[in-house]
């Protein structure tokens, strides 16, 4: 390759990497941000009395299954190997019954996670929406989140945290 040819090459590679190195880069904490908006400790108190009230409701399932069952066990001896199998049968049916609630309402696609993604969703969406106009505002071309996980950041510099001004975007302050 001669040498006209390789230096052409090279200011091609600086011409495309030029632009790349000039992008501003940012982070915010998603976390942080949730836990100062007000309206999270609303959601959060709405979930926390919808699942103690599930949670209680399968407690009196699974009371229920053991009350039943000592029951059978009192009176296994006056029982006819008929009735006992019947008493039997009511129980697993109620295990089942236990075990169907538990996994209709505490299960991955739970109403109690359905009810959760419902109630946070207007938050996110007002969150998300914040964030990009503080992106667009300090022309970021990234914008990490450091709740993201360990894999996501390494090392922020919180001269580029812009979890505050995303507050400030919210109309949160800062000492709430």
């Given at each position: 390759m001669d040498k006209s040819l390789k230096i052409v090459l090279l200011l091609l590679i600086l011409l495309q990497a030029g632009p790349l190195a000039a992008q501003k880069f940012g982070y915010i904490d998603s976390e942080y941000i949730l836990n100062k908006h007000p309206d999270y400790k609303v959601v959060q108190e709405e979930l926390t009395k919808l699942g103690s009230d599930w949670k209680n409701e399968a407690q009196n399932l699974d009371q229920e299954i053991k009350e039943l069952t000592t029951q059978l066990k009192a009176e296994e001896v006056l029982l006819t190997e008929e009735m006992y199998q019947q008493r039997l049968e009511e129980i697993?049916?109620?295990?089942?019954?236990s075990q169907?609630?538990?996994?209709?309402?505490?299960?991955?696609d739970g109403m109690y996670y359905q009810k959760q993604a419902e109630l946070l969703q207007p938050l996110q969406s007002?969150?998300?929406?914040?964030?990009?106009?503080?992106?667009?505002?300090?022309n970021l071309a990234?914008?990490?989140?450091?709740?993201?996980?360990?894999s996501a950041i390494i090392y922020t510099d919180p001269r580029?945290?812009?979890s505050e001004?995303?507050?400030?975007?919210?109309?949160?302050?800062?000492?709430?």
């Open positions: 697993k049916a109620k295990q089942k019954a169907e609630f538990n996994s209709r309402i505490f299960g991955i007002k969150i998300y929406d914040a964030i990009e106009r503080v992106s667009r505002r300090n990234v914008l990490f989140d450091k709740a993201a996980g360990p580029h945290d812009y001004f995303v507050l400030e975007e919210l109309g949160i302050e800062k000492n709430n």
